[in-house]
């Protein structure tokens, strides 16, 4: 009896050990094996990019189509309220609108939309074989519904952006419920270097 109560006791005390706590209110998903590379894309200027492209920035990813009725404008909005907030150090930051829809999201459509928000945004798009690609790496999910005609279709998709570090390192996924104040104060620990 007093070896069962013994083992118990060790079980219990190995589940109670202490987890350095993270600096971040986002999901921590510092040295994720996916979302490492992003190709085949141009911004909406018809410019060749890469994730490459903006290092020595934080860069903010987010997935979605101009369609959207509801999600993406709501995120491009909260993440436009983010650059407000963060002030001057706004230039240190590059959001990112991957479109899911690359048969409607002409780059003038995603020139006309997305800096809307926000004059720094970017839109990207690229071929669907490049925009599959894409959503695998980054474990993103879009399945186009049927729609009265060609172009009157939605995309399901999922919500939340991915963060990187100055240093090109994926490091936070941030759900489309977080608020502004829990975005900049991460975002604010990302370009202090942390």
């Known amino acids: 009896m007093l070896r069962v109560l013994i083992l118990i006791l060790c079980l219990s005390l190995t589940g109670c050990s202490e987890r350095e706590p993270t600096p971040f209110r986002s999901t921590d998903i510092t040295g994720a094996q996916f979302g490492r590379a992003l190709a085949g894309f141009k911004d909406h200027h018809g410019k060749p990019r890469t994730l490459a492209d903006f290092q020595g920035k934080v860069v903010v990813l987010f997935f979605g189509y101009t369609f959207c009725p509801d999600i993406c404008p709501t995120t491009l909005a909260r993440f436009a309220e983010v650059m407000k907030l963060l002030g001057n150090d706004d ?100 370009l202090a270097g942390k």
């Open 91 to 190: 230039e240190r930051v590059q959001v990112l609108f991957v479109t899911l829809d690359p048969e409607r999201d002409t780059a003038q459509k995603l020139a006309d939309y997305v800096p809307w928000f926000y004059p720094s945004f970017i839109g990207l798009y690229g071929d669907m074989a490049a925009t599959e690609a894409a959503a695998k790496e980054f474990k993103v999910f879009f399945a186009r519904s049927k729609g009265s005609d060609v172009m009157t279709y939605a995309i399901d998709h999922s919500a939340g952006a991915y963060v990187f570090d100055p240093s090109g390192r994926i490091r936070l996924y941030v759900k489309d419920v977080t608020s502004v104040e829990a975005i900049v104060s991460d975002l604010k620990t990302l």
